[in-house]
């Protein structure tokens, strides 16, 4: 029953792999700067296509309504406008730089407090899907191995990110 959800979570999953690996490919700040305000379209979708799949992985797809949607994407979308237009404020990320630590340039920034929000409510998403899932263990009619190995999968990615954002990886 996840079918669709799953393969929207993909193909943003995908799109975000893509985007990062244009910047990796690039040394030039500004461009660099313009595709990571791009990847966090795909990003923040990705959280919210997860949500979709849990919830109806666990039977509550009429939860996510056209207007939860709508409200669980304000957000996202004042999130995008902010990376945009960082350039007049310090209110996402400022100071661009450009490193060198291996092979391959990384851009480094200050963090400003929206990009915390940002941060907060990824977290929050990812953390609320999770906790869905993990209270479907409780249901014996879902598949319990499935359950965990989903959790799993959306803990890596959102542990390892988390320890990247904070400096600790």
Known sequence: PSVKPFIRAMWLGA???FLYALDVSTSSIPLKT????????????????WLA????????E????????????????????????????????YEYKLI???????QIASNGIVYWVYIVYMLGVMGGT?????????NRNLYIQSTIVLIIGLLIPTVTGT???????
């Open 130 to 138: 999770v906790k869905l899932l993990l209270s479907s263990l409780q």
């Open 34 to 49: 313009f595709i990571v305000n791009f990847t966090y379209i795909p990003a923040l979708l990705t959280v919210i296509a």
């Open 100 to 106: 060198w630590p291996g092979p391959l340039p990384t």
């Open 15 to 17: 799109a975000w792999a």
């Open 62 to 93: 009429n939860w996510l309504t056209q207007r939860r949607l709508i409200i669980l994407l304000i957000m996202p979308i004042i999130f995008v406008l902010a990376a945009f237009t960082s350039h007049w404020h310090t209110l996402w990320r």
């Open 53 to 60: 799949v849990a919830l109806e992985y666990v039977g509550h």
């Open 163 to 169: 320890l990247f954002v904070f400096n600790l990886l």
